[in-house]
């Protein structure tokens, strides 16, 4: 069965820092995708990063990065410069064919 | 391009009573995905509508049901609530693919009393 962990209820880093938010996944699939969401408190899902199970590459999408060890079966979201916006709830996913899964999320805190 | 859109945003119902809620997708995208989400259980996925059939289905109780009409716009359904019901019923829109991305709409705040 298809399983997403992420281990780290809440996390704190100061403005202009980068912080690691952790995400592990298990899948006997060998086609799935990984995607990083954001929710604030207005409760909306909001989509930042996707990583293939066939891409080669890490993905990137402004401040935002994958780190993704397919090895290792972790996909960890890396926000480069945090500001105080970023302030939110965030949720690793995976996608099967046509089977999605979420973790628990991470609350994340940006101080000033 | 419009994001999804759901409506309503809030609502307030009695046990007993019965819900619809309403999703509209994404310009193109042919999937609608319903989930629910709750402080205890976090977010559960509730079904998966495509071309007007329910595609995948979660393990929830029969009285949550679906439809999906043939401009993918999709509802929701929740008969004789419970207190448990309360959550919040996100619908994210694809196109369809079997692992591309899911956009979510703003939800809908479900309150049972």
């Known amino acids: 069965a298809q399983k997403i962990t992420q281990t780290q209820p809440g996390m704190f880093v100061q403005e202009k820092e980068a912080v690691t938010l952790d995400c592990t996944y298990d899948?006997?699939?060998?086609?799935?995708?990984l995607f990083w969401y954001k929710q604030p408190s207005s409760g909306e899902m909001i989509f930042l990063i996707y990583q293939g199970s066939y891409d080669q590459q890490n993905a990137t999408e402004g401040r935002y990065s994958l780190n993704f060890q397919k090895a290792r079966k972790s996909a960890n979201l890396v926000i480069s410069a945090s500001q105080l916006g970023d302030s939110a709830m965030y949720f690793c996913?995976?996608?099967?064919?046509?089977?999605?899964?979420f973790g628990a999320g991470t609350r994340l805190t940006v101080k000033p | 391009k419009a994001g999804v859109t759901q409506t309503p945003r809030y609502l307030i119902k009695t046990r007993g009573q019965q819900v619809t809620l309403s999703c509209s997708p994404i310009s193109g995208h042919r999937s609608v995905s319903w989930y629910q989400q709750t402080p205890g259980q976090g977010l559960q996925f509730l079904f998966e509508y495509f071309s007007e059939t329910q595609r995948n289905k979660g393990n929830f109780p029969g009285r949550f049901s679906g439809r999906q009409f043939s401009n993918s716009r999709s509802e929701m359904n929740v008969s004789t609530l419970e207190l448990g019901d309360s959550a919040l019923y996100l619908c994210a829109s694809s196109f369809g693919q079997a692992t591309d991305t899911q956009y979510f709409g703003p939800g809908t705040r479900l309150t049972v009393l």
């Open positions: 899948t006997s699939d060998p086609s799935y995708g």
């Open positions: 996913a995976m996608r099967a064919p046509f089977d999605m899964r």
